[in-house]
């Protein structure tokens, strides 16, 4: 049994008056007799990017794959449109961490959209129509040049952008992204977190993003889920980056960056 002292720690409002929402609820994962996951609940607005941070094996990464239908679990989600109906089948997209694939392959960015939206090769489907919607698609990650580039000569910034666009194609009630920017320069982190920041303005979307950068997270997320098996924190970046429980479960002190009250963690620097 998990139990921790959630007093101090900020809760999602309920309330989802003029808001379409997501809600995750009771959670659980288990692989034998070892709890992965265990009763997680989480409530997400449309339009807000949500950040899930904690350790390694506080079962981030497990969450999505749930939600995903990936891994056995137990528990529901439910979306909710604005007037408070619960819709219908809920439409999810996926970034993962990395793409596998052959570098040296001619595969190009229009024909890996070919074969994910239309599953035929692109010398079948070439049409002036699709190459225009698959351009428009990479047009909302800033994108839309790399369209004939090979896969294995893009960079890790530019193939994360074609894939969270293949994840936008079509826009999904509920994006999920994990850890989509390891690995990238910091130009490119920057570039990803302000293209995300805008399509959940843009499309009024409900986006989920494991992250170790913490910087980041508290730049752009409106609100941070800290996680060990089970939701250990929920609020603002700085609510939570402030509470205690977050400083406990990451072993180290979040400070005051600024008199703005930005906060800065030495798991910043060093990449946790």
Avoid at 61 to 73: D, F, Q, Y
Avoid at 172 to 189: A, F, M, T, Y
Wanted: charged letters at 20%; a neutral charge; hydrophobic letters at 35%.
């Amino acid at each position: 049994m998990i139990a921790y002292n959630r007093n101090s720690c900020p809760r999602n409002e309920n309330d989802c008056n003029r808001l379409c929402c997501t809600k995750i609820e009771k959670f659980n994962v288990a692989i034998g007799k070892t709890q992965i996951l265990q009763d997680v609940n989480i409530h997400i607005h449309c339009g807000e990017l949500t950040a899930l941070i904690g350790t390694n094996g506080a079962g981030k990464s497990t969450l999505l794959k749930a939600i995903l239908g990936e891994v056995e679990h137990s528990g529901r989600v439910k979306y909710f449109d604005a007037k408070g109906v619960r819709g219908g089948q809920l439409s999810i997209g996926y970034v993962p961490q990395y793409l596998n694939f052959d570098l040296s392959t001619p595969t190009s960015v229009l024909d890996l959209f070919m074969a994910c939206t239309t599953k035929m090769p692109s010398w079948l489907t070439s049409s002036q129509s699709i190459r225009s919607r698959v351009s428009q698609s990479l047009e909302k990650v800033k994108a839309e040049h790399l369209i004939n580039q090979r896969l294995g000569a893009l960079s890790g910034g530019e193939l994360q952008r074609i894939l969270l666009a293949l994840a936008l194609d079509p826009i999904p009630d509920l994006l999920l992204l994990d850890e989509p920017v390891s690995g990238i320069d910091q130009n490119g982190l920057e570039l990803f977190y302000n293209i995300v920041s805008e399509l959940r303005q843009n499309y009024d979307l409900s986006i989920i993003l494991v992250s170790h950068d913490l910087g980041l997270v508290e730049k752009y997320a409106d609100r941070v889920i800290l996680l060990n098996k089970t939701v250990i924190c929920n609020g603002t970046p700085r609510e939570v980056f402030n509470d205690d429980l977050t400083r406990k479960q990451f072993g180290m002190l979040l400070q005051q960056q600024n008199t703005k009250g930005k906060t800065r963690s030495v798991a910043e620097r060093s990449g946790f």
